[in-house]
C-alpha cells in the first residue's frame, strides 16, 4: 500500500511518502529550501534556522517536521527569505569571513547563500571577535574565523572506532567546534578529504592543496546553490 | 619668510600621496617631499595564515597590478614547496604563469600611457585640467581612447584565461598553475576578430610607440631635461642579460653603466638591500648596503630594466631598443621622461612575448604542479610594471606564515620620486609668489612618470588625489591647492 500523501509548498500540489521531513519532500518535488546544518544521512537537529517554513502561521524548521496530508506550508514568501537573509548575515557579522582569500570560496554553502539573498552588505554591526587557527594537526587546519558551528563534522567525520574526531568546546559566545589533538594527529587522507568536504564553509580546509581548483570549475561558479533542486 | 607648499593629493596614479615643498624668504626651495600616507599593514596581518593564502590574499593590496603580487608570492612559495625557481616548474606552469604576467603588463603599461600619462602629451603639462584627463583624450581623440581600452581588455582577457578572473584571480599557486590554457581560448586570443587578436596588439603597441617618438621629436628639449638626473638602476635580468620580467638574477648598475650588483640569486636579497625608514612616510627607502643610504639608493621600473638589460628577446623590440639606446650612445639614461618611451618598448615586447606564448603546445599540457622537499623560507621576486618586486615569507612547522616582508616596485623608487620632485619644484617654482596649476602638474608628471602604486608601496588601497599647501614659517597656511 503506498504511504504517499499530498500537501502543498506555496500553494504547489505536492506528494510524498508520509513521514518524510519537509526540506527532503520538498527536493523530491523540485522546491528548494535552503539547509546549512543539515545535510543527508545525518538525524537532523533544525540549528542553523535556515530552513525554517510556516506552517498554520507558525515558523517550524524544515528539517525537522515531517508532512503531514493536506498539510499547507509557505516557504519562498517574502517575509521568509528576508528571514534567511538575516540568519545569512548574522553568520557573516559574528565570525570572520573574508571571501576574498578563502580557498572554500565558489564551494561555500553560507557565501553562495549570501549570492542568493543578494547580501551587498550585513544590515547588523561585525562583531570582529577574535579567534584563533588551530594548524596542529599534519592533515587539516581548523580555521575558528569561518565555522558556524552547524555541527556536520561532530556527525560526521568519526574514526574506525565511532569516536568523533570533532567535538563542542566551552559553552555560549566561548562555544567552539574544535579537533581532537589525538585524532587529528592519526586523521587518514580519506577522513580529511571528508571533513573538508562536509564543511559547509572554509572552516576546515585539508593542507596544501589550497585554490587548485581553477575559477570557473567550482561548484557555484555557474549555478547558485539549489538551482539543481529546481530546474 | 618660510613657505611651505603642499600638493594633495596627487591626481593620475595610484594610491594617496602629497607633496610638500617648503621655500625660504627669497623663494628658493629649501627641502621637498613626497609624502605617502596611507597604511595597511599586509605583511601583519597575513601572518598566522597557512601559506598556500598568501598569493590570493596578498594580491589584495592592489586592484592594477595584483597579477604581480600574485606571481611573486606564488614564486617564493615555489622555493617553500620545494619546486625551486626558474624552470623548476613544469613547462606548461611556467609558460602560464609567463603569460598571465604578460597580460599583466600590457594591461598596466597600456593603462598608464593612455589613461594616466597621455593627456599631458596631448593637452600640455600646463593645459586646461578640465580636459587634460582620460575624458578629455575620449572626446578630442576617440580613436586614441578606443585603442588605449581595448589594448587593456586584450590584457585583461588573458589573465582572465589564466588567472580564472581579471583582477584577483587564484591561477597560481605553490609550485605552479592550476588550469592550463584551452584550445578555444589560445584560437580567440590568436584568431579573434580585430582588433582583441594578438597581431592587432602588436601592431598598436607599436603604433603607441610612434605616437610618443613623434611627440620626443617635437618636444626633444622638454622630454630630455625634465627631471633628469644620475641614478643606479636595479632589475632581474636573464642569466644571459636578457630583458626578463618574469625571472631571472637581481642586476645594478651605476649612472655609467658599471655593474654594482653583480647578477646575484635573488634568494639572498637581504644580504644586499636594506631598507631604510623615515618618519614623515609611511614608505621606506630601500637602498644596495654596500653603497650606504646616500650612495646606494636606486630606479626601478622600466627605465631601469632597459638599463640593466643587454637585449630584448623579442624582434621588434629590440629593433626599438636599439634606437633608444643610441640616444645615450649605450650608457645608462637617466631621462626621467624617457620612463615612457622605455615603458612603451616593453608593452611592445609583451604584446610579443603574448604572441609567442600562445604559439607554444605547452600551454595546452596537462602537467601543472611540482613539489619536492619543503623549506621554511622562501623568496619570489618579479619584474611588476613598475619595478622589481620582493616577496619573502617564512612558515612554521604547521604550514603557518611567521614572517612576511615585501619590497614593492613603488617603494623602490621612493628616493628616487623625491629627487624628482625636488628637482622640477626647484625648477619652476624658485621665486615664485603664486602656484600655478601648471606648477602642480609639473610636479606631479616628474612623479606620474615612475607610475607609482601607492596603494601597493604602502600595500594600502585608496584614491590618489594631489593637494599643495604653502604655509609660512609657523606653520601658517598662506595658500592650497587641491587637484580631484
Known sequence: MSNLIKFKIDSKECMAEKGTFIVDAARENGIYIPTLCNMPGVKPKGSCRICTVRINGRLMTSCTTPVADGMEIESNVADLQNLRKSIVELMFVSGNHFCPSCEKSGNCELQALGYLYQMLVPRFPYDFPIRKIDATSPKIIKDQNRCIQCKRCIKTIKDEQGRSLFAFRNRGHRLEVVLDQELGHLMTEELADLAMKNCPVGSIIKKEIGFNTAIGNRKFDHHAIGSEITL | ?484
Open chain 2, 1 to 484: 619668510m618660510l613657505k611651505k607648499i603642499t600638493i594633495e593629493p596627487v591626481t593620475r596614479v595610484e594610491g594617496h600621496g602629497k607633496v610638500t615643498i617648503h621655500m625660504d624668504d627669497k623663494g628658493n626651495i629649501t627641502q621637498s617631499r613626497l609624502h605617502i600616507v596611507e597604511f595597511r599593514g599586509f605583511e601583519r596581518f597575513v601572518q598566522g595564515r597557512p601559506y598556500w593564502e598568501a598569493p590570493v590574499l596578498v594580491q589584495r593590496l592592489c586592484g592594477i597590478c595584483p597579477v604581480s603580487h600574485h606571481l611573486a608570492a606564488a614564486k617564493a612559495l615555489d622555493v617553500i614547496v620545494g619546486a625551486g625557481t626558474g624552470h623548476g616548474l613544469t613547462a606548461t606552469g611556467e609558460k602560464m604563469r609567463r603569460l598571465m604576467h604578460y597580460g599583466q603588463f600590457f594591461q598596466s603599461h597600456a593603462l598608464h600611457f593612455f589613461h594616466l600619462s597621455s593627456p599631458d602629451f596631448l593637452f600640455g603639462v600646463d593645459g586646461d585640467p578640465a580636459i587634460r584627463n582620460i575624458i578629455g583624450v575620449a572626446l578630442t581623440y576617440p580613436d586614441l581612447a578606443v585603442q588605449g581600452v581595448m589594448m587593456r581588455k586584450f590584457g585583461q582577457e588573458i589573465i582572465r584565461a589564466t588567472a580564472g578572473k581579471k583582477i584577483h584571480g587564484t591561477g597560481a599557486i605553490p609550485g605552479g598553475i592550476n588550469k592550463n590554457l584551452s584550445i578555444a581560448e589560445r584560437d580567440e586570443f590568436l584568431k579573434g576578430a580585430d582588433p582583441l587578436n594578438a597581431d592587432k596588439m602588436v601592431e598598436w603597441a607599436e603604433g603607441a610607440l610612434d605616437f610618443f617618438k613623434n611627440y620626443y621629436a617635437a618636444n626633444k628639449d622638454f622630454v630630455d631635461n625634465f627631471a633628469h638626473f644620475p641614478s643606479n638602476h636595479l632589475s632581474l635580468v636573464r642569466k644571459d642579460g636578457a630583458l626578463d620580467l618574469y625571472h631571472g638574477v637581481l642586476r645594478a648598475v651605476d649612472t655609467e653603466g658599471k655593474k654594482i650588483l653583480h647578477d646575484i640569486d635573488y634568494q639572498e636579497y637581504a644580504d644586499y638591500i636594506e631598507e631604510e625608514v623615515r618618519s614623515w612616510s609611511y614608505m621606506k627607502f630601500p637602498y644596495l648596503k654596500e653603497y650606504g643610504k646616500e650612495k646606494g639608493w636606486y630606479r626601478v621600473g622600466p627605465l631601469a630594466r632597459l638599463n640593466t638589460a643587454e637585449f630584448i628577446p623579442t624582434p621588434l623590440a629590440q629593433r626599438e631598443f636599439e634606437i633608444y639606446k643610441a640616444l645615450t650612445n649605450g650608457k645608462p639614461n637617466n631621462h626621467c621622461m624617457h620612463m615612457h618611451y622605455a615603458r612603451l618598448i616593453e608593452t611592445l615586447h609583451a604584446a610579443e612575448m603574448i604572441r609567442e606564448l600562445l604559439n607554444d603546445p605547452d600551454l595546452l599540457g596537462n602537467d601543472l604542479v611540482v613539489k619536492g622537499t619543503k623549506q621554511k623560507e622562501g623568496v619570489g621576486l618579479i619584474e611588476a610594471p613598475r619595478g622589481t618586486l620582493f616577496h619573502h615569507y617564512r612558515i612554521n612547522d604547521d604550514d603557518q606564515i611567521v614572517m612576511a616582508n615585501l619590497i614593492v616596485s613603488t617603494t623602490n623608487n621612493n628616493e628616487p620620486m623625491n629627487r624628482s620632485v625636488n628637482f622640477v619644484a626647484k625648477a619652476v617654482m624658485t621665486g615664485k609668489e603664486e602656484i600655478t596649476e601648471g606648477m602642480m602638474n609639473s610636479v606631479e608628471v616628474a612623479i606620474r612618470a615612475y607610475d607609482p602604486c601607492l596603494s601597493c608601496a604602502t600595500h594600502a588601497l585608496g584614491k590618489m588625489p594631489l593637494e599643495i599647501t604653502l604655509v609660512d614659517q609657523d606653520n601658517n597656511i598662506i595658500d592650497r591647492k587641491r587637484s580631484h
